[in-house]
């Protein structure tokens, strides 16, 4: 492995050992709605993306906006990226207070497959059987879950549906990945500061106070927007191989988290949903290398 793959796996490693650990992070700030957080998230965000850029990518920023302004379609894909971001970080935030990590981790689970069923969708993409058995397979599994807990896994499908979609966007964005990531947060953040200015202004007390959740919620900003830069530095470098099966590391310490540290009930109904799941994901990546290697030799 070359010295830039080092860098592209080191990066992404880290990158998914931030996301694991979130939850740890999002429980700190159960105190605080879960509105006012994601608030912060993408007040504080923002702030940090802009100072990142101006130092690091400031003739890339005016080539950007520049482009956005004689392009409205790439601004209007922007505008529903840092919809569907917010949404899953709401989601997120809104799961982990509220003591359900186990569904945060059964949804980032399903996400790859999403990714499946919206490239069917959105590019009229083909399967093999195998890949199809593998979808088979996880709905089978989402279907006897809520059979038996007579509730779909709501936490679940709005993450990994919002984060699919949010992926789908972000392929037909053409700006440069750093611009991306800060323009989604400038965007949504007139709203963020209406709602902590004018309807729950007490989540600035703690900033103003220098109290731990004052910080915490400064730096929300940074457990944001450090993992996707590290996450769109390491897309760059790794193979997409390696890259999808460092995505799954994040979903199984949230995972581990759920279980030993928050206490959340696994019972025989969630080992069903997630033993379908793990069997899904297996047999789509056993699938997807048989097809790479076929396709190397052709």
Request: proline share 3%.
């Amino acid at each position: 492995m070359n010295d830039i793959n080092k860098k592209g796996l080191s990066s992404t490693l880290l990158c998914c050992l931030i996301w694991g650990l979130l939850p740890l992070y999002w429980a700190l700030l159960n105190q605080v709605s879960s509105f006012s957080v994601l608030a912060h998230r993408i007040i504080w965000s923002g702030i940090w993306m802009f100072l990142l850029v101006v130092i690091t990518s400031r003739q890339q920023l005016r080539i950007d906006i520049h482009y956005l302004r004689t392009n409205l379609t790439q601004l209007g894909l922007l505008l529903l990226a840092a919809v569907l971001i917010s949404i899953n970080w709401f989601t997120y935030i809104w799961a982990v207070t509220n003591q359900h990590v186990l569904d945060t981790s059964l949804g980032y689970y399903i996400n790859p497959l999403v990714n499946v069923l919206l490239g069917i969708i959105i590019y009229k993409e083909t399967l093999l059987w195998p890949q199809k058995l593998s979808i088979a397979i996880a709905l089978l599994g989402i279907a006897m879950m809520t059979y038996e807990l007579g509730t779909l896994p709501i936490v679940s499908i709005v993450l990994a549906l919002s984060f699919g979609l949010y992926g789908a966007v972000k392929k037909r964005l053409t700006i440069h990945p750093f611009s991306s990531i800060a323009f989604e947060a400038w965007l949504v953040t007139p709203i963020a500061l209406w709602y902590v200015l004018t309807v729950d202004t007490t989540s600035w007390s703690f900033i103003e106070n220098i109290t731990l959740t004052g910080l915490l919620l400064v730096g929300s900003g940074l457990t944001t927007s450090v993992p996707l830069i590290l996450f769109s530095y390491g897309a760059r470098l790794l193979p997409l191989n390696v890259l999808g099966f460092l995505q799954y590391l994040s979903p199984t310490m949230g995972f581990f988290l759920a279980i030993f540290y928050f206490g959340e009930n696994f019972g025989t109904t969630q080992l069903i949903a997630f033993g379908c799941i793990w069997v899904a994901l297996i047999l789509f990546s056993l699938s997807n290398q048989i097809t790479t290697r076929i396709n190397l030799k052709q």
